[in-house]
Nanobody, 120 residues
Framework: QVQLVESGGGLVQPGGSLRLSCAAS????????MGWYRQAPGKQRELVAD???????TYIDSVKGRFTISRDNAKRTVYLQMNSLKPEDTAVYYC??????????????WGQGTQVTVSS
């Protein structure tokens, strides 16, 4: 079994910062890409940022220069540092991890989601 546990969401004022974390555990053999999606009310889920196992990040245009994705392979954890937050960043944020298990299965695993609310 594989578990992903997210933390770090909350309420912040515009211009503020939050750091999201997502730790993977269980019968993991290898981790490939890791990333973050978000879903705002009434909108489709969108990929915010991801990072390859070679530490190459990509971002959607709306967060470039404000968000930074990073990973700690030893801790099997992916982070999303969010600065200069805007009300339009308000959403539930979901982490995902592309991994293979010790039993040979490969696929995307998802965190439970964490609410980020940007409001004054």
């Amino acid at each position: 079994q594989v578990q992903l546990v997210e933390s770090g969401g909350g309420l912040v004022q515009p211009g503020g910062s939050l750091r999201l974390s997502c730790a993977a555990s269980g019968t993991i053999f290898s981790i490939y890409s890791m990333g973050w999606y978000r879903q705002a009310p009434g909108k489709q889920r969108e990929l915010v940022a991801d990072i390859t196992n070679g530490n190459r990040p990509t971002y959607i245009d709306s967060v470039k220069g404000r968000f930074t994705i990073s990973r700690d392979n030893a801790k099997r954890t992916v982070y999303l540092q969010m600065n200069s937050l805007k009300p339009e960043d308000t959403a539930v944020y979901y982490c995902y991890v592309d991994l293979s298990t010790r039993f040979g299965a490969r696929g995307d695993y998802w965190g439970q989601g964490t609410q980020v609310t940007v409001s004054s």
